[in-house]
């Protein structure tokens, strides 16, 4: 070994310890003088993220989108289930939404958009665009942005519940973060100094409000259906009341679409079921279990067929 080569090799191993106090010590000052009063918030994850952090990828201008998974059924672009026909075939419907879209501890067959497709036949083919977690406006994003190329003939959004939940910043608010910001703060953004270096991606935290203001929710509604019809797809909204299980009540939705939009009330489907028989058909207050979805389903596609909003000559 070379004197200058053991040279460097004993400076490096005299850095490396020295590095190593100067980080520790600057990480002790940023938590006790800095971060204490910077409490800025990166872009959400689902509630399930912790549970299942192989679920989902980082998006910036989504948050967050699913992750191929055999296991789940996702399939690569992101989509839960079979791959759409290529070439278009079918009468289409593209169903978009959260988790009761997507079939949140339900398997892909059991799902709201493949028992759609089952009830009303063979000759209608059911994308499932439901993410885990999604807001009004991640769904007209993504719309907007991807899926509006797989030409839907009509479009069904499921969306209100996720967007009245209180979080810490609005969605709007959220910053679009590059996916290199989201892999360093899902790998070091437990220390200070990562989240001080990440800092021009976040934003203060405003406690108390909703992932979406009512007015937004609204204003987006519209902007979704727009984008619908530039596409060439007619578009439904789905309403689904929610049931309290600490209160053993049933509430409507917060969030409705405005006047105007057509809107299929899910909770119809119900009428003349005694509350125990409707409570049997939530696995929690708002997630339905295989038997709920198999009678949502069959309502919405009579709901569909009475209003002519299918075509099933194709």
Known sequence: M???LQKWITRLALAVPLLALILFTAEIGARTFICPRHQAEFSPFPLDHRNNPELYAPDPDLF??????QSEGINRFGLRGELPDE???????????????????????????????????????????????????????????????????????????????????????QPRAPNVAWRFHRRWGRFCLARLLI???????QFGVTRVAPDDYRDTCRKLAQDA?????RTVFLLLDEYNLAEDAFFSRRYKPPAGLPVVDLTRAFDGLEMTQVKSFYMDG????????????????????RRKMVDLGR
């Open 2 to 4: 070379t004197g200058r």
């Open 64 to 69: 967050w989108t699913m992750r191929p998974n």
């Open 87 to 173: 070439p278009k075939q079918r009468f289409r419907i593209l169903c978009l939404g959260g988790s009761i879209t997507y079939g949140f501890h339900l398997t892909t067959e059991q799902a709201l958009p493949a028992r759609l497709g089952a009830a009303l036949g063979p000759g209608v083919e059911t994308i499932n665009a439901g993410v885990n977690g999604y807001t009004i406006v991640q769904g007209e994003r993504w719309f907007a942005r991807d899926l509006a190329t797989l030409r839907p003939d009509l479009l069904i959004a499921d969306f209100g519940y996720n967007d009245a939940m209180q979080g810490t910043v609005p969605d709007l608010a």
């Open 199 to 205: 800092s021009p991606w976040t934003v203060e935290p």
């Open 229 to 233: 019809h530039d596409a060439g797809a």
């Open 286 to 305: 708002m997630h339905m279990s295989a038997d709920g979805i198999e009678r949502i389903a069959a309502y919405l596609a009579d709901e569909l067929r």
